[in-house]
């Protein structure tokens, strides 16, 4: 018995040292265990002899994953996966751990999935940012400057440029609120909200037009008279297709550039650009004008002297550029001069014919600048001018 003895206190020592247990270890995580091998061993009983002993190994956690004694959730990690704890707020409040990602998640990832299927990735497209020394450059270069109040309203289509003014003056013009009754006042119809007559000027302008009639006898270059049509009568037609042609755009008020009296037809420039029309009928431009005088009479040598050497129009000396007596045509019975002005005085033609001693049959301008009346034009009828027509008026948009 004594021997029987001292070997059951040999097996217990060594089962103390193979035996390495921590429950300490694992307790305070639930998430993870860290098992070293561990050795059962059952002690022998009454019935069994004195020398047998069942001694077993604890299953290996690397080939066996031993199951934690509280579950996080209710399906576990599939055996041989790499575990990660989610960590989650649940909906009491308090943090829980489970073995699976958030619900919330797998649906954004099978959404993003879905879109990158059906139309691929979605590009954002983000507005460019310029700094100020690019913004400085297109407000000067590109982006019109403040105008007058009155030019504003006049370039509308609201009315000419003094009636603008009296409407202004009037108090029927009001500038962001305020009644406004100085035609100066700079605005920017872009960003100033304006009403005339309690109605909003549109803050898109009317594109710039720029027109050549063919301005037929008895008709006035002014808005209009009891005795006489006005040329802007002749646009009617225009005016009036405008929407269709251009859709959305704002009609827009014309106005000739310069004047032809009532008994003389021919080239006269229409537009809505003021700035372009105080550019070309300006003296500074110098640009040239033709005309073509139809004399009822003979025409001699000193009939073109006489013109040449120029007459005193409004005070002033005035020579033409150049006189010269045209063939003669077998289909016209009346001789005609072709005169060449460059200050374009009111009846300035006129006077140096009638100064030299011939009676006019017929006045008619071809000419202005080196923009050339089209000879298929018929009276009565315009045409749009291109961009080379307004260079050769000295015009560049």
Not at 85 to 112: C, E
């Amino acid at each position: 018995m004594a021997a029987i003895a001292a070997a059951v206190a040999a097996a217990s020592a060594a089962i103390s040292t193979l035996c390495l247990t921590r429950p300490s270890t694992y307790s305070r995580h639930p998430t993870f265990r860290i098992l070293s091998p561990r050795v059962r061993c059952s002690l022998p009983s009454a019935t069994s002899s004195a020398e047998e002993f069942n001694i077993t190994s604890a299953p290996n956690p690397r080939t066996e994953r031993p199951k934690p004694s509280s579950p996080i959730d209710d399906e576990g990690p599939p055996s041989g996966q790499l575990f990660i704890p989610w960590i989650v707020r649940g909906p009491d409040g308090n943090l829980t751990l489970q073995s699976h990602p958030p619900a919330r998640l797998l649906h954004a990832m099978d959404d993003a999935k879905t879109k990158k299927k059906k139309g691929g990735a979605e590009k954002v497209v983000e507005e460019p940012k310029h700094s100020k020394a690019a913004r400085r450059f297109y407000n000067d270069r590109f982006r019109e400057p403040p105008q007058r109040l009155s030019k504003v309203l006049a370039t509308a289509g609201v009315a000419s440029r003094r009636s603008s003014e009296d409407l202004i003056f009037e108090g029927r013009v009001t500038v962001n609120g305020s009644v406004c009754t100085i035609p100066q006042t700079k605005v920017d119809p872009t960003r100033d909200v304006i009403y005339v007559n309690g109605n909003r000027l549109s803050k898109k302008l009317p594109p710039k037009v720029y027109l050549a009639l063919n301005k037929p006898k008895g008709y006035i270059c002014s808005s209009g008279g009891k005795e006489f049509n006005s040329v802007m009568g002749l646009f009617d037609d225009y005016l009036k297709s405008w929407d269709k042609r251009k859709a959305g755009q704002q009609k827009p008020r014309l106005f000739t550039v310069g004047r032809l009296d009532v008994a003389t037809s021919g080239l006269i420039i229409v537009t809505n650009d003021g700035e372009f029309a105080q550019k070309i009928s300006h003296p500074s431009s110098n640009l040239t004008k033709e005309y073509i005088a139809t004399i009822d009479g003979e025409v001699h040598k000193r009939h073109l002297i006489a013109i040449s050497e120029g007459t005193i129009v409004d005070g002033v000396h005035c020579t033409p550029d150049s006189v010269e007596l045209l063939p003669r045509q077998p289909d016209l019975l009346r001789p005609r001069i072709r005169l060449v002005v460059h200050e374009g005085r009111n009846h300035e033609v006129r006077d140096l014919v009638r100064n030299a001693g011939l009676q006019m049959h017929s006045l008619k301008r071809t000419r202005i600048g080196g923009f050339r009346l089209p000879s298929h034009l018929g009276l009565g009828k315009h045409v749009e001018l291109k961009q080379s027509d307004l260079k050769a008026l000295g015009w560049t948009r």
